[in-house]
T-cell receptor, first 113, second 114 residues
Framework: ETGVTQTPRHLVMGMTNKKSLKCEQHLGHNAMYWYKQSAKKPLELMFVYSLEERVENNSVPSRFSPECPNSSHLFLHLHTLQPEDSALYLC????????????FGPGTRLLVL | AQKVTQAQTEISVVEKEDVTLDCVYETRDTTYYLFWYKQPPSGELVFLIRRNSFDEQNEISGRYSWNFQKSTSSFNFTITASQVVDSAVYFCALSPRRGGKLIFGQGTELSVKP
């Protein structure tokens, strides 16, 4: 069984839509992350949660809104996105936030029309 | 500055060839960790190895081996007798003591042709 799952795997949305990405980890970890991976660009860390508290927010536009209801679940709520937000969104988890191995989910491929 | 450089953007080899992926890092921390991840076309980053800065022993796992050289700030990854299934993007990453977050290189796209 995959340790970190993400749904949906693919998403197409218009600029006026509202959608949510879901991530679930089955590893008993305390930290969860959202990354954005655009074509030809390195991975960009968006948000970090540790024990359900947001500990990092890397200047992400407010049209991306994270939510971490418990240590196993992480959501990314999307609204009024732009075409340049089209990317692969990866979720990861780790035991702690300092120098721990991060385990990644399969990602959600998002296309904004 | 904390930085990871993977100078090779794309590498193409023929099956059964050996291939080395280079990784050079920068950090002022004396305690840090280095990682390699594999990203196949499906998109998921697969963890391959984590190495502590105090452990300079090279590591071998099957066809994979890693060469950590602190003197040159490098952590290179070699695949011996490459196979088509090794085709993927490989990322090297650094986790410094301060902040602790993963700093990724740009990735090297490896294509292994039959």
């Amino acid at each position: 069984e995959t340790g970190v799952t993400q749904t949906p795997r693919h998403l197409v949305m218009g600029m006026t839509n509202k959608k949510s990405l879901k991530c679930e980890q089955h590893l008993g970890h305390n930290a969860m992350y959202w990354y954005k991976q655009s074509a030809k660009k390195p991975l960009e860390l968006m948000f970090v949660y540790s024990l359900e508290e947001r500990v990092e927010n890397n200047s992400v536009p407010s049209r991306f809104s994270p939510e971490c209801p418990n240590s196993s679940h992480l959501f990314l709520h999307l609204h009024t996105l732009q075409p340049e937000d089209s990317a692969l969104y990866l979720c990861a988890s780790s035991q702690g936030t300092v120098q721990e191995t991060q385990y990644f989910g399969p990602g959600t491929r998002l296309l904004v029309l | 500055a904390q930085k990871v450089t993977q100078a090779q953007t794309e590498i193409s080899v023929v099956e059964k060839e050996d291939v080395t992926l280079d990784c050079v890092y920068e950090t002022r921390d004396t305690t840090y960790y280095l990682f390699w991840y594999k990203q196949p076309p499906s998109g998921e980053l697969v963890f391959l190895i984590r190495r502590n800065s105090f452990d300079e022993q090279n590591e071998i796992s099957g066809r994979y081996s890693w060469n950590f050289q602190k003197s040159t700030s490098s952590f290179n990854f070699t695949i011996t007798a490459s196979q088509v299934v090794d085709s993927a993007v490989y990322f090297c990453a650094l986790s410094p003591r301060r902040g602790g977050k993963l700093i990724f290189g740009q990735g090297t796209e490896l294509s292994v042709k039959p």
